[in-house]
């Protein structure tokens, strides 16, 4: 798929809508000005990438809307190194921000059909991330600590077990609440048994389904 002036203009554009709804972090921007949004959608579609919104990618699964991809990302405070855990892989398009952040990428998916898809996409656009099928909401104990864990599926509580897999320092993103709508919730682990906890606003996830999710 081709990257050309066209869409290189519409993301520019989605940018500054980004930078007008509240996004500040600079450097979040510009790895979301550098990723193409466009190569993670279903090919048919690539005109619709650069619409502020959530999208189909099959599954019954969305690649998330870019303001809500800008926001996790900013709450994460990603810095080149850190080894972060994305669970709910689906398009990869977090995942590709993460990488392009320098990030060391760590991401689990559920559904086998998505998982395949995106990590061949992934590793064709040359974004590194270690992509793993399985139940994320359990997190990934094998390979923590992390210094960030973003949720990119509606948890209905909090898996206790995801803050015990945070570094000293990290920070785990998860949208909790209901089917319908979710508080985002940002855990900061301070020290070894000390978590706080903050809310950053209303959001709405396909469910994060598992052990520590919802049944499907
Ligand atoms: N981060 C994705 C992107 O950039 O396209 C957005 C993914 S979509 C909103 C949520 C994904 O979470 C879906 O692909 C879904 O299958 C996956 N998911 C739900 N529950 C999961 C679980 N327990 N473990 C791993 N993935 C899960």
Not at 115 to 124: M, P, V
Request: aromatic share 8%.
């Amino acid at each position: 798929m081709e990257d050309g002036y066209k869409y290189k203009g519409r993301r520019k554009r989605l940018i500054d809508l980004l930078r007008e709804k509240g996004i500040r972090d600079q450097k979040v921007l510009e790895a979301m000005m550098a990723v193409p949004r466009h190569f993670f959608f279903p090919r048919d579609f690539a005109d619709e990438a650069y619409e502020d919104k959530a999208f189909p990618i099959g599954e019954g699964q969305t690649i998330s809307q870019p303001y809500t991809v800008a926001f996790q990302t900013e709450l994460l405070q990603v810095k080149p190194g850190d080894r972060i855990l994305e669970i709910g892989t689906g398009s990869g398009y977090q995942a590709a921000i993460l990488s392009r952040l320098g990030a060391e990428v760590h991401t689990i998916e559920r559904i086998e059909s998505l998982f395949r898809k995106t990590t061949s996409l992934l590793q064709d656009l040359g974004y590194p991330a270690a992509c793993y099928l399985g139940d994320g909401s359990k997190g990934l104990p094998a390979k923590s600590p992390f210094k960030g864990i973003v949720v990119t599926a509606g948890a209905g509580a909090l898996a206790e077990g995801l803050k015990e897999q945070l570094a000293v320092g990290g920070r785990l993103v998860i949208p909790v609440g209901d089917r319908h709508i979710q508080k985002m919730v940002l855990i900061e682990r301070l020290v070894e048994n000390n978590y706080q906890r903050s809310e950053h606003g209303d959001f709405r996830f396909v469910p994060l389904v598992g052990k520590h999710g919802w049944s499907s």
